[in-house]
């Protein structure tokens, strides 16, 4: 593989009174031969300790980018230092919905966080480089994604959290670019059937994974989360499901990322 690039763009940002901080990164994707921008958020006292930390990775929705954990979650940083983990804000090109695309191999996301990006953190920062260590939530198109991810990688994630996740996504096969990544449904049917999240739930054996999910009782994806919550409890997989007062935007996510991170907080606190 070659060697991953970094480039410190922003050298350090206060959150409030607090001191945690922000690296703006450029890490380089072999797989798909580009620099991509992401974002490390470390606790006060990162610096001077001597200990690894726990590492959280979020994913953007459709339309986002690297940056959305920063500049529209206002308390992400007091979270941060709350917890005393690293948190990585994750790039997925607009529209990439996390996966490796079976029609076009310019993109390469679900390659390129596992094999590429987690790698590099754990090379540039004091991580515990562990799948006790590692958690990966996200919203909307990121919720989908870090289960994806986590389902099919739990050698590398032992947590997953889902935000207004687009966790079935075949009722919506004219919206958010899903068809440039899979191709049409009626073209490509196979790609829509194995590449959504309801349909991997194969992959949860032993209750490997701890797993929170929530949605909106006003979101246009409570439907499908509703969907996959039934399916996990016939299946018999341990999960945290919640459904509260909110709809698809920033309102409901701020106050969901709280519940999530500290979700994780317990998951990295088992022994």
């Avoid at 919206?175 to 739930?201: A, C, H, Q």
């Amino acid at each position: 593989m070659k060697k991953a690039l970094c480039t410190v763009l922003l050298m350090f940002v206060f959150f409030s009174a607090k001191a945690a901080k922000i690296d703006t990164l450029q890490v380089f994707s072999a797989s798909m031969n580009k620099n991509i921008k992401t974002c490390a958020i470390t606790p006060e006292g990162y610096k001077k300790s001597s200990k690894n930390f726990p590492v959280v990775y979020l994913l953007h929705g459709y339309s986002g980018n690297y940056a959305t954990w920063v500049k529209s979650f206002k308390e992400v940083g007091q979270q941060v230092d709350k917890y005393g983990f690293i948190v990585i804000g994750v790039d997925g090109n607009y529209s990439s919905w996390y996966f490796d695309s079976p029609i076009d191999p310019a993109f390469k996301y679900e390659t390129y966080i596992i094999d590429e990006l987690v790698p590099f953190i754990d090379k540039k920062y004091k991580t515990i480089t562990s799948r006790e260590g590692r958690a990966i939530s996200g919203l909307s198109m990121g919720g989908h994604g870090a289960l994806y991810l986590s389902f099919r990688h739990q050698d590398v994630f032992g947590a997953a959290g889902s935000m207004s996740g687009g966790v079935d996504f075949r009722p919506f096969p004219e919206n958010w670019d899903i068809k440039k990544r899979l191709g049409s449904i009626t073209e490509y049917p196979e790609n829509w059937e194995k590449n959504t999240v309801v349909n991997m739930l194969e992959l949860v054996k032993d209750n490997k994974l701890k797993l929170i999910i929530d949605c909106g009782v006003g979101d246009f994806f409570i439907g499908v989360n509703r969907d996959l919550h039934a399916k996990m409890l016939a299946l018999k997989i341990d999960h945290d499901y919640i459904e509260r007062p909110g709809e698809h935007n920033i309102k409901y996510w701020e106050n969901s990322l709280k519940f999530q991170l500290l979700f994780f907080d317990h998951f990295f606190k088992e022994k």
